[in-house]
């Protein structure tokens, strides 16, 4: 027979094997800190990091707020649309030369004026080459509108660049041509046609404008995904449009 201590001793022994386990919740240590479970005044502490504040570049992209950005001839339209009419006018009037210098070869439009075989010969070259230049120009101009959709500037600055060699390499091929033609029959004296080149200046420089206008708002942070949405004008459709 067990005496009273032996019997306590006994009862402290077996005594956690049969406490429940909301009892032996109880018994936990008051400064116990399990470190898979961040306590309250952690989760807190963290929080205060991942709270967003208000910055200057959040307050850059109101979009109540007013325009940074210029309008293209002075209010049509900013320079993102400019630019995206821009080289879709670029595109067709580029398809358009290449119908026309096709025409021409086709002998539609100069049989009445040239039955020289040997002229003709010459003013084919010269139309297949100009329509070899305005293909590339479609192929360029097809990349820029894609690339201000997209605010990038790499496939705008090119086409840039091939317009301006567009244009050189044409006034080259109307003064060869001309040539080609006096050293064929000397008896007449053929000219450049200065009126084509005039006319190809103009449009190059009005397709230049709104892209050059384009690549500097870019530049500046004026234009981008965040701050078209501000920046979008049009006078004709005042109503906002995400291209």
């Not at 119908?99 to 003013?123: E, K, W």
């Not at 390499?169 to 060869?176: D, E, K, N, S, V």
């Not at 008896?187 to 384009?214: D, G």
Request: net charge negative; glycine share 4%.
């Amino acid at each position: 027979m067990h005496s009273p201590n032996e019997f306590g001793r006994v009862i402290t022994r077996t005594s956690p094997e049969r406490t429940p386990p909301m009892v032996m919740a109880q018994h936990v240590p008051h400064n116990f800190v399990d470190s898979e479970c961040p306590s309250n005044q952690d989760v807190v502490n963290n929080q205060d990091f991942v709270i967003p504040t208000e910055s200057a570049s959040s307050r850059q992209y109101d979009h109540d707020s007013e325009r940074q950005g210029g309008l293209c001839c002075g209010g049509w339209c900013d320079y993102r649309r400019a630019t995206i009419y821009a080289v879709f006018a670029e595109a067709v009037t580029s398809l358009l030369w290449i119908l026309a210098f096709y025409v021409d070869s086709f002998n539609l439009i100069y049989t009445s004026d040239i039955s020289d075989q040997g002229m003709m010969h010459i003013i084919n070259d010269s139309n297949h080459l100009h329509a070899v230049v305005y293909g590339i120009t479609v192929v360029s101009s097809f990349l820029a509108f894609v690339s201000a959709l997209q605010f990038k500037l790499s496939a705008i600055i090119w086409n840039i660049v091939w317009i301006l060699l567009s244009f050189v390499a044409g006034i080259l091929i109307r003064i060869r041509t001309t040539e080609n033609l006096n050293l064929y029959n000397a008896s007449y004296e053929y000219t450049t046609n200065w009126f084509a080149i005039i006319l190809t200046a103009v449009l190059s420089a009005l397709f230049i404008y709104p892209q050059i206008a384009f690549i500097h708002e870019v530049n500046a942070g004026v234009l981008n995904q965040h701050t078209y949405s501000r920046e979008s004008y049009s006078c004709c459709c005042r109503a906002e449009r995400k291209w």
